[in-house]
């Protein structure tokens, strides 16, 4: 009896241990759980927040390079109509930004007018020198581009025309415009003429020198694979030298586009340049500084859609 109490008390005692240390533990149980609940729902709303501050980042970096990009340009021109305003606040012969703005609202609300042979808006001019532009630049790269991979080929070739470019090209776009009003007895295709001379050298020198920077060693596979020279020109030397042809196209309607204003200034019909000298016999300054922008508008849009080709062919750079 004895040893059977004895051992109900011990196991009494030690369940009751046991259910103090259970008793203990359930706080500690319910911490974990609490812990465990309280990470699921971090992660819960990190996931949910992720998102949004993805695109937040994204927002804020498309904004800084839009500003980075917009502002300078903004900034830059209205600098200028300032100096522009404030050079203008007296007076003078030179209308200021209000009377050009009033000027051009005018001339825009109604840019392609016929009202003569000579008289028409100057949406129509500038059609007309994009025109003589069109044609004479087409022509210039039909001969230029052929030329300056023949150029680059052959180092004879090259010799014998290389005096004769150096003597030409110097020459002013303008000092060829009396040789074309003599030989096509008429304006139109005279200006067409010098646009085409003025156009024909940067395709010429720019393709051959892409030509000559060809590497020896694709030239040199070709010669053991055997390949015709149409095969060599289509297949080895046209994509490696398209930048630079590219560049001699951009420089040359840069080229194109500043003198073709000056050509039918000279030749007179129908045009911008045409337009410009027009507007100063009749006095109206204000007109000619429309003429100005528009000029520099469209030089601007034909120039940065030519760098763009360049670059999307550009393969040195990918």
């Avoid at 039918?264 to 300054?285: A, H, S, Y």
Wanted: hydrophobic share 55%; with cysteine; charged share 15%.
């Amino acid at each position: 009896m004895t040893a059977t109490a004895t051992f109900d008390g011990a196991m009494g005692s030690g369940g009751a241990a046991a259910d103090a240390r259970v008793a203990d533990l359930k706080p500690l149980r319910s911490a974990a759980d609490k812990g465990e609940a309280m990470t699921a729902v971090a992660e819960v709303e990190t996931t949910a927040v992720e998102p949004v501050v993805r695109r937040k980042g994204r927002a804020a970096a498309w904004l800084r390079a839009v500003g980075g990009a917009v502002l300078p340009p903004v900034a830059g021109l209205a600098l200028l109509v300032g100096f522009w305003y404030l050079a203008t606040l007296k007076g003078g012969g030179i209308p200021g930004p209000v009377q050009t703005w009033d000027a051009a609202v005018a001339i825009f609300s109604d840019p392609f007018y016929r009202a003569g042979p000579n008289d028409q808006g100057i949406g129509w001019n500038v059609l007309s020198s994009l025109q003589r532009v069109a044609i004479g630049f087409g022509i210039a790269a039909l001969v230029g581009i052929p030329a300056g991979f023949m150029l680059g080929r052959f180092a004879v070739l090259a010799k014998m025309m290389n005096p004769i470019i150096s003597l030409l090209r110097p020459v002013s776009p303008l000092a060829w415009l009396p040789i074309g009003l003599l030989v096509f007895q008429r304006a139109d295709p005279a200006a067409t003429w010098t646009i085409f001379i003025c156009s024909i050298w940067p395709m010429i020198l720019n393709t051959a020198q892409g030509v000559t920077r060809v590497p020896q060693d694709y030239l040199n596979v070709a010669r053991v694979l055997n390949l015709s020279e149409w095969k060599v020109f289509t297949k080895i030397l046209f994509p490696a030298v398209l930048p630079y042809m590219l560049t001699g196209i951009r420089l040359s309607i840069g080229t194109a586009w500043l003198v073709i204003v000056a050509a039918e200034m000279l030749t007179g019909g129908v045009g911008i340049g045409f337009w410009v000298w027009d507007e100063w016999n009749n006095l109206k300054v204000e007109h000619i500084i429309i003429a100005i922008f528009v000029i520099g508008t469209v030089g601007l849009i034909l120039e940065q859609a030519l760098m763009l080709a360049a670059r999307r062919f550009n393969y040195e750079d990918r």
